[in-house]
């Protein structure tokens, strides 16, 4: 049976669920209110245990469950600021229900991401990731592989085992264009504005939850949001002492160990975390090995309307590199190739992270959100070149009598030295009735040191030996302002308007070709609408409407003359979706559009410095349709899947081939995007067989990429499907409470795959000819371990 079959058979049997199960609900129905002791509480969560079913209570604090199967329930109420409640009900039920909440004895942490994170009345896409998902999952691996199950998420490992390296798409966006943000903060590198998620091992393990954003998404602070945000959240206050052991291991000779444990509330406000963590592994390529560490200490302050908390946490990574990837003409011999063999061939670099957080309640309708953060970074990657150029590292050539030697063999170190410093606020009011709002934003100020050295190498001065040196600075401000209005106890609608200023040195070149320092100055405007509807307690309808820009990135301007240089991209998004709910079946169908003006892409061009930059591209878009769906099939059986199906095009583009006597151009119209397969789809079948037990067949399917803008199929990755299973076993002694053993066999069916690639095209004899390498991902592997919670 093929892939593409198993896959199809499986959509047909999820079809069959969300159309045949909701018709075993009888008409039953419960209904209520939540208040505290001043009033009612508008938009608290009820949910009911053991069903699907779930909702918030609209402007008066009413609640209202159709559909239900008579039973017992076990309620959950919850509400930030105050203490969640659990009640047992009993369906039928002869009136309705009043729940009174009460406000907690200290402020939560959750307070601090209100502002930059999506909820129910926001009418955009997104995907919440809790601490407990994440448990699941979290056996050493980098996070974007924990987030590899949710919707429109493409990962990939350079050392094909999840370790190290490792990248993430949402919607075809690469990482350049994915906003984080940790705690409200910015992470995104200033310059490259990516994200690099080895500098920070095992930094799941301090996670308390994670909301991933499609689109636009709402207004949040540091990098421009222009594929998706990601917005993560450390370790919520925990009241009660605790301490957690985990240790695992496996294949390619991973291994991992972490230490936490937590004070809970002392004295009733005080509170200590801490986590250290060490990680290791020699990785699916050959010389691909890791040597992570990592530690995350966080102390706070807490009463009954404010908290302080600072965190400080470390990452320091030496990784050997595989970068390069396989070439396609060894691919098929030699899955785990790797062209570096000079020992010391590592990238090396710490980053230690000081966040300051605090919250205060100014009034019954106020809070003020401020944070103070710093971030350092330090190090190197080390390369041995073979026979290079003296004239690159401005070195004289070497004449010894008749003899002239312009090439030597040597050993270098590119370095980093980078600081990023700043603030964001939020002000966040709540009348406690129609209308809600946030105002709030950010200030950052970055500076980088980019230099290189001669380690060592014949004909070189005395070593190190300093053959460049670049510093470069950037200012990044923003403001934005939300506001949420229920119009009718059905209608909801938000507007969201944000001003972003960027200013960046940087050393480039000017039009004489000579590098001098020079500056650039953004102003962007990024607006956002939507409306969201009720039709009943069941099923939500939303649309909106959001734009985003985003500057060009550090090459982009150091590889170019102000002549050449690109423009910012602009991003016009069109969302709008439905959500509905039944006692055993959850759906979500979410239609966007994003349209794009002066899209930046590689075309293959030489510029005016020599450099094959990336260019505008005046049209380009993504269009598809998102699905989400989680059904419970017994009660101890349940099946969560997501499908996103697309097109991403270009509408008119030329791409540059070199050749023999310079360079050669094509045209072509609606062309692929690179790396935007047209379908991607996930699936988790949870079964719990028996008391503790817990057995997963965790799924992921991705069509067919290409590797350039061309649509051309001898440059492309070829669709894979990947099976992994999981068993959970988890019990509670008396010494302890809670032991888990987790066993994943990760690719079970043992799929040879690629999952990422590169490709450089070029005219032969009037052909067009490829140089291919992909990043082949592990096969049959597996990972075990132990979590012991005190």
């Known amino acids: 049976m093929t892939n593409a079959t198993t896959y199809r058979i499986a959509a047909t049997l999820l079809l069959w669920s969300l159309f045949h199960l909701p018709t075993w609900a009888q008409s039953l129905t419960l209904s209520g209110t939540v208040r505290d002791a001043d009033g009612t509480l508008p938009g608290a969560a009820i949910t009911l245990d053991g069903s699907l079913k779930g909702t918030n209570t609209d402007a008066s604090g009413a609640f209202r469950l159709t559909n239900l199967r008579p039973g017992t329930y076990q309620l959950h109420a919850s509400l930030v600021g105050y203490l969640p409640i659990d009640q047992p009900v009993v369906v039928p039920i002869s009136e309705p229900l009043t729940l009174t909440l009460r406000r907690s004895e200290v402020v939560m942490d959750e307070v601090v991401v209100l502002a930059t994170r999506a909820n129910e009345k926001s009418a955009i896409a997104y995907t919440d990731v809790t601490k407990r998902d994440l448990v699941k999952l979290n056996l050493g691996q980098d996070l974007p592989l924990l987030l590899n199950f949710t919707p429109s998420v493409v990962t990939t490992s350079d050392a094909g085992a999840g370790v190290g390296y490792t990248g993430i798409r949402i919607r075809g966006s690469d990482a350049t264009r994915v906003n984080v943000t940790l705690n409200g903060i910015p992470y995104n590198d200033a310059e490259s504005q990516g994200t690099y998620w080895v500098n920070m091992p095992d930094f799941a393990s301090s996670v308390n939850s994670v909301q991933i954003q499609r689109g636009v998404g709402t207004s949040t602070n540091g990098a421009g949001a222009f594929g998706a ?114 020992p010391n061939q590592t990238d090396n670099y710490q980053q230690d992270q000081y966040q300051l957080i605090t919250s205060t309640e100014l ?118 302002g939300k506001a949420f209005y229920q119009f009718t106890p059905k209608l909801n609608a938000f507007v969201d308007l944000q001003v972003r200023q960027v200013n960046y040195s940087f050393l480039g070149f000017n039009s004489q070709l000579k590098n001098v320092q020079q500056q650039a100055s953004l102003t962007f405007f990024n607006p956002k609408a939507g409306v969201t509807y009720t039709v009943n307690d069941r099923t939500t309808a939303y649309a909106s409407f959001g734009v985003g820009n985003k500057e060009p990135n550090r090459d982009d301007y150091t590889q170019s003359t102000p002549g050449s240089r690109p423009l910012p991209e602009t991003l016009y998004d069109w969302e709008a979706g439905v959500k509905t709910r039944t006692n055993r079946v959850a759906l ?134 990947v099976n992994d299973l999981r068993f959970i076993y988890t019990l509670k002694p008396t010494f302890a409470k809670e032991i888990a053993f987790t066993l994943l066999i990760n690719n079970l069916f043992n799929e040879l795959y690629e999952s990422n690639g590169y490709t450089y095209a070029y005219i032969s004899e009037g052909k067009v000819a490829s140089y291919n390498a992909y990043y082949p991902q592990a096969t049959r592997n597996f990972l075990a371990g132990v979590r012991v919670k005190f």
């Open 363 to 480: 009034s019954r309708n106020w809070r003020a959100n401020v944070s103070l953060f710093y971030t350092k970074g330090r190090g190197y990657y080390e390369e041995f070149k073979e026979n290079d150029k003296l004239s690159k590292y401005g070195l004289p050539n070497v004449v010894i009598r008749d003899s002239v030697t312009t090439r030597t063999n040597l050993v270098r170190r590119r370095w980093l030295d980078n600081d990023f410093y700043g603030t964001v606020f939020s002000f966040d009011y709540d009348s406690k009735n129609r209308l809600t709002a946030n105002i709030g934003g950010g200030l950052n100020r970055y500076t980088g040191e980019h230099y290189g050295e001669v380690v060592s190498g014949q004909f070189v001065p005395a070593t190190p030996f300093r053959y460049y040196e670049d510093d470069a600075s950037k200012t990044d401000v923003n403001a934005y």
């Open 229 to 342: 945000s990601v917005n993560v959240q450390t370790n919520a206050l925990q009241k009660e002492p605790y301490a957690e052991v985990n240790l695992s291991g496996g294949s390619f000779n991973t291994r991992r160990a972490t230490v936490q444990a937590g004070t809970g509330l002392m004295s009733g406000h005080f509170v200590v975390d801490a986590r250290l963590s060490k990680i290791a592994s020699d990785g699916y390529i050959e010389r691909a090995a890791s040597d992570l560490k990592s530690f995350y200490v966080s102390g706070g302050y807490y009463n009954q309307k404010s908290f302080v908390r600072l965190n400080v946490f470390s990452g320091q990574e030496k990784t050997y590199q595989a970068w390069n990837g396989v070439p396609e003409d060894i691919l098929a011999t030699n899955r785990r190739y790797n062209e570096f063999t000079y």
């Open 588 to 721: 979500s169908v979410n239609g966007y559009f994003m349209d794009y003006t002066n899209q930046l892409v590689l075309n293959g061009a030489i510029n005016d410095v020599g450099a094959f930059n990336r260019i505008n591209v005046p049209s380009s878009y993504r269009a598809g349709v998102e699905v989400e769906a989680t059904t419970l099939l017994t009660k101890t059986l349940r099946w969560s899947v997501n499908g996103t199906f697309s097109q991403n095009k270009i509408r008119n583009y030329t791409q540059f081939f070199d050749t023999d006597t310079g360079q050669d151009k094509r045209q072509f119209t609606q062309t692929d995007i690179a790396f935007s397969p047209n379908v991607v789809a996930g699936s988790q079948l949870l079964l719990t067989a028996v008391n503790g037990l817990e057995i997963g067949l965790l799924s992921k399917y991705v069509g067919r990429q290409f590797l350039d803008n061309t649509s051309s199929t001898d440059r492309k990755l070829n669709p894979y499907f």
